[in-house]
T-cell receptor
Framework: EPEVTQTPSHQVTQMGQEVILRCVPI?????FYWYRQILGQKVEFLVS????????KSEIFDDQFSVERPDGSNFTLKIRSTKLEDSAMYFC?????????FGPGTRLTVL | KNQVEQSPQSLIILEGKNCTLQ??????????LRWYKQDTGRGPVSLTI?????NTKSNGRYTATLDADTKQSSLHITASQLSDSASYIC???????????FGSGTRLLVRP
């Protein structure tokens, strides 16, 4: 069964460094998403992406964040200058018509 | 503010027993409601999806109900198994939006 994959599974970085989280959505899906989950808290929407542009974003998704679909298969989330509070699980999801399928997540730890 | 609230926060049951989890939401206008299962350290996996016009939907041992008038949903798990131990999250999508609004989840532990 097709699934969303994410790399790396765990990323450790120093505060102020840039990180890129990578996702390979399910092929033929057209809608892509990033969510995050701070330890012990609920999953929060960050951004949705369709037709090569951001369709919706939350107040969390500020100028430090950007998304890109560079080659038609990968979907990336970049954090330009990480802060301690960016430490969380980051989930990528892709959607066909109605159901969002989630990847296994990348655990980001900012030291 | 669009919110999704779940109860109980956690639940412990014996293997083979049934349980019911509750969800209340204030998201309006409403498009659909889903229940997801999330194992520790993993991404959520969809169990059921219900639209405004549906009031019951089953997926194996999982049965979800929806009352769109009172904005309440429940997830009933029948004949629980050890592998049912996970967080169960109620997720609502508003009309005209593709983002999902997550509840905090109910952490279920099934004991032998």
């Amino acid at each position: 069964e097709p699934e969303v994959t994410q790399t790396p599974s765990h990323q450790v970085t120093q505060m102020g460094q840039e990180v890129i989280l990578r996702c390979v959505p399910i092929s033929n899906h057209l809608y892509f998403y990033w969510y995050r989950q701070i330890l012990g808290q609920k999953v929060e929407f960050l951004v949705s992406f369709y037709n090569n542009e951001i369709s919706e974003k939350s107040e969390i998704f500020d100028d430090q964040f950007s998304v890109e679909r560079p080659d038609g298969s990968n979907f990336t989330l970049k954090i330009r200058s990480t802060k301690l509070e960016d430490s969380a699980m980051y989930f990528c999801a892709s959607m066909d018509t109605d159901t969002q399928y989630f990847g296994p997540g990348t655990r980001l730890t900012v030291l | 503010k669009n919110q999704v609230e779940q109860s109980p926060q956690s639940l412990i049951i014996l293997e083979g027993k049934n349980c019911t989890l509750q969800c209340n939401y204030t998201v309006s206008p409403f498009s659909n409601l889903r229940w997801y299962k999330q194992d520790t350290g993993r991404g959520p996996v969809s169990l059921t999806i219900m639209t405004f016009s549906e009031n019951t939907k089953s997926n194996g041992r999982y049965t979800a109900t929806l009352d769109a008038d009172t904005k309440q949903s429940s997830l009933h798990i029948t004949a629980s198994q050890l592998s049912d131990s996970a967080s169960y999250i109620c997720v609502v999508r508003g009309k005209g939006s593709y983002k999902l609004i997550f509840g905090s989840g109910t952490r279920l532990l099934v004991r032998p």
